[in-house]
Every structure is written in C-alpha cells, then in structure tokens.
C-alpha cells in the first residue's frame, strides 16, 4: 500500500508544471524562398534573407512593429522552398554550400515545396535534369527573428 502510495505520488509530481517558461522567445517563423525553374535559368527571391528583419511578414497584424532578434540563436535558419518546374521535363534542385542538400523531384509542370535548416553562407541552388539552366544564387545571413510578437503562430 505505501509503495503505491509511493508510486502515485511520485507520477504526480512528475506530471506536475511546464517544461518552459511562458516569458521565453517563440521559435522564428520559417523563412520562404521561391524558385522558379525555367529551360535556360534557375530563379531564386528573394535573393537574401536573414540579413535584418523580414520586410514581407506573413501575418501583417504587427506590420508597424519591429521583428524582435531571436536572442542566443546561432543555429540555422529554417527555410521553405516553394518551387515551380517550367520546363518540359522533371528536375531535382541541388543546394550547394554551408549546407548540402538534394530535393524530391519537382515534376514537369508543377509546384513543389521541401523544408531545410540552412546555416549562415552563400549557397548556389541547381536544377538537375535540366542542363541549360544557370544556377542560382541564395545568401542566408545570421539574424533569426522570433515569432514573439505574432498572434497564430507556435
């Protein structure tokens, strides 16, 4: 009886309080980089992000206050492609830089999107399947904004 006891309180007092401080930063919100892949070029906008805080917020409710800087974050910065495929024939984009990364196939015709972490550098982003196409060119820089301030958002 004392070892359930035991047991019974212990469980409670385990479940009991949150892992995080409700005062601490929210996680940045990731960043969005469309590439359009056409016969003879790969593009890429915007062709810079990270570089301060984001001019085009995806929920424009604090579109009058400043981004507040993630403090403490050196990590990498977690970015959505959103792809279209204009060519005739499916293609792969290859990332090339800090970080090295294939996507899924992007097929002819047609839109696609793949998530990476990206760390701080110069990356050159090419289509694989289509040889006429010049690459890319993508700078990811150091600030990472937190989501503080933006309603909706984890």
């Known amino acids: 009886m004392a070892i359930a006891g035991l047991v019974g309180a212990t469980a409670v007092f385990a479940g ?5 401080h409700a005062s601490n ?14 016969p003879d070029q790969v ?9 301060g805080p984001d001019k085009f917020q995806q929920i424009p409710q604090n579109q009058d206050h400043a981004e507040p800087p993630l403090k403490n974050s050196r990590g990498p910065l977690d970015v959505t492609f959103v792809a279209a495929n ?7 984009l290859k990332i090339t830089g800090a970080r090295n990364a294939t996507s899924e196939p992007v097929f002819a ?25 010049k690459p890319a060119h993508l700078e990811v820089g150091g600030f990472r904004g937190s989501s503080q301030n933006d309603v909706l958002t984890p």
């Open 16 to 20: 009991c309080g949150e892992t995080r």
């Open 25 to 38: 930063q929210r996680p940045q919100v990731s960043s969005r980089v469309s590439v359009v892949i056409n």
């Open 43 to 51: 593009i890429v906008q915007p062709l810079k992000v990270a570089m």
């Open 86 to 92: 204009q060519t005739p024939t499916d293609a792969r």
């Open 109 to 133: 015709r047609s839109p696609s999107s793949f998530q990476l972490a990206l760390p701080t550098g110069s990356y050159t982003i090419t289509a694989i399947g289509v040889p006429g196409a």
